[in-house]
């Protein structure tokens, strides 16, 4: 008793329950003997009683009769204390919170003009890869770009690579059919003296009006796997890996514009922005492709 007195004394007043527990809670019994406390800490039955036997748990009788124990394997649920949030910490997490909602807007405003850029990427990958089909085969080679909806291709979204047969004159696929990012369409081809329009942004549809793309300079009517595609679009390189026109005509420059836009079911392509658009152009005679923005024009 003379060590868990000392124990005690080296605590506050107002941590007693928390001292009675450090010093009697660990004992190989698991008995709490709360006479002794009394002797020993001069405290009077009924306070002890009253501060640390709560009326809801039970309460032995010692086998002297005049102990007061009770067994305290479990603790009681009054030994446990919490610690509430403060205003600082609740103030600290809606900054949080208010800080990552704002990101994420910024992010999902941001999610068309990657989705254009990505899909200019895109372009510029398979006219590259047409080009390289071209000079490794000996043959000519093309971009297509789909203008119907059969196998469930999406006019003026899918696009696949393709080159022709020196001897049957018809096509072979070389790279499947692939969709832009959603909110990325086709919307035209420029060749030779119509690439200079380019340059001046004009647009002949407007935001939100449907209708079927008509600007489209290069198209031809092609048998490729057994599959006839009638005025398909297309951007061709020839043998030696410079672009030319569907009658074989070398050109001085092709470019296809990419833009915002939306297509339905029956193929019309429905502008979302004009603020935000990309051409994958090749030089007709060098054959470098590059992708600009319209500031590149500037």
Same mark, same amino acid.
């Given at each position: ?128 890869? /047409? ?7 000996? @043959?000519? #080679? =093309?971009?297509? +770009? *789909? &203008?119907?909806? !059969? $196998? ?90 410079? /672009? ?7 050109? @001085?420059? #092709? =470019?296809?514009? +990419? *833009? &915002?836009?939306? !297509? $339905? ?34």
């Amino acid at each position: 008793m003379n060590q868990c007195k000392g124990k005690w004394n080296r605590v506050g007043k107002g941590n007693r329950l928390f001292a009675f527990v450090r010093i009697f809670a660990f004992k190989k019994t698991g008995v709490c003997c709360w006479q002794g406390c009394e002797q020993n800490f001069g405290l009077t039955s009924e306070t002890t009683r009253n501060l640390f036997l709560p009326p809801t748990l039970p309460i032995q009788r010692g086998s002297s009769g005049s102990c007061w124990m009770r067994s305290i394997d479990q603790p009681s649920y009054r030994l446990v204390f919490t610690k509430a949030f403060s205003l600082i910490e609740l103030l600290l997490v809606l900054t949080i919170l208010s800080i990552m909602a704002g990101l994420l807007t910024l992010g999902l405003q941001g999610v068309r003009a990657p989705a254009i850029r990505g899909a200019a990427s895109q372009v510029t990958s398979g006219l590259s890869l /047409a080009r390289q089909v071209a000079i490794s085969k000996n @043959t000519k #080679a =093309a971009l297509f +770009i *789909a &203008n119907d909806t !059969v $196998n469930g291709r999406i006019p003026y979204r899918h696009w696949s690579v393709g080159y022709s047969n020196k001897s049957s004159g018809n096509w072979t696929l070389f790279k499947k059919w692939e969709p832009l990012p959603d909110g990325a369409v086709f919307l035209e081809t420029r060749m030779n003296s119509s690439y200079n329009v380019l340059k001046n942004n004009p647009f002949t549809q407007s935001v939100g009006q449907p209708q079927i793309p008509t600007g489209f300079a290069n198209i031809m009517d092609i048998v490729m796997d057994g599959k006839t595609f009638s005025g398909i679009p297309c951007i061709i390189f020839d043998s030696d890996g410079a /672009a030319v026109s569907s009658s074989a005509t070398p050109l @001085t420059n #092709a =470019a296809i514009r +990419i *833009a &915002n836009g939306l !297509v $339905n079911t029956n193929g019309e392509v429905t502008l979302t922005s004009t603020n935000q658009y990309f051409f994958v152009e090749t030089d007709g005679m060098v054959g470098r492709i590059r992708m600009r923005s319209p500031e590149d024009y500037k």
